[in-house]
């Protein structure tokens, strides 16, 4: 039985990962590239790296658009995914549960002003709260040593190749459920590869 539950963020719980492409491939349409969906899978979801780095003048030429942009598809069209504020309210109270998460605080903040979904979880760690980012293993271990648990005691719930290959190096046992934007990568790190997030509450014995 599994003392904790990590979630990550965006394509779990937020449906934000189209709007995050959206903002990146307008703004180096301004630069004159052409950001398609497998570009942005390689680079941004699996790697973790920013798309930005293919504009002809560098990222600072377009980050600051990018960011202004993503900020306002946030605001005006964030939703929680489909079954989540549900399966959220079976297991809580149950075991603890935080989000570990690559969005940044003010980001995160923005596409949970109306979710409703903050007071399910015993904390949040967001992009400021640790060094090195998912693929790097140290969010879940910063998760880890803030809940004082052991890394085999915990699952993670995630959607992205990175997002995986993060908490399996950390040690947790792994829940993948990818969504549109991740179809076809490796998710062979994962414990299990779930279709919906409501075959897990059967894993942790809800």
């Known amino acids: 039985m599994f003392k904790a539950i990590f979630w990550d963020n965006d394509g779990v719980l937020m449906e934000t990962e189209q709007l995050y492409y ?63 504020p549900e399966i959220l309210a079976r297991l809580h109270g149950r075991l603890p549960m935080a989000i570990v998460t690559s969005c940044r605080r003010d980001n995160f903040l923005r596409m949970h002003h109306r979710s409703g979904l903050l007071g399910f979880f015993d904390f949040v760690l967001t992009r400021e709260d640790y060094g090195s980012s998912k693929p790097d293993p140290e969010p879940y271990l910063t998760a880890c040593a803030r809940a004082g648990l052991l890394p085999g005691d915990c699952l993670a ?8 290959t993060a908490a399996a190096r950390a040690g947790l046992a792994v829940a993948a459920i990818p969504g549109s934007l991740n179809e076809g990568g490796d998710f062979g790190a994962a414990r299990w590869r779930l279709d919906t997030v409501y075959q897990l509450p059967e894993l942790v014995g809800a």
Do not use: C, H, K, M
Request: cysteine-free; glycine content about 10%; overall charge negative.
């Open 22 to 84: 959206r903002a990146n491939a307008e703004a180096l349409a301004r630069a004159g590239v052409e950001l398609t969906l497998d570009t942005f899978r390689e680079i941004s979801l699996r790697r973790g790296e920013s798309v930005l780095q293919l504009a002809p003048g560098g990222e600072a030429e377009v980050r600051g658009w990018r960011d202004i942009r993503y900020r306002e598809l946030l605001t005006a069209e964030a939703e929680v995914i489909p079954g989540v």
């Open 157 to 164: 719930v995630e959607d992205s190749e990175r997002g995986v």
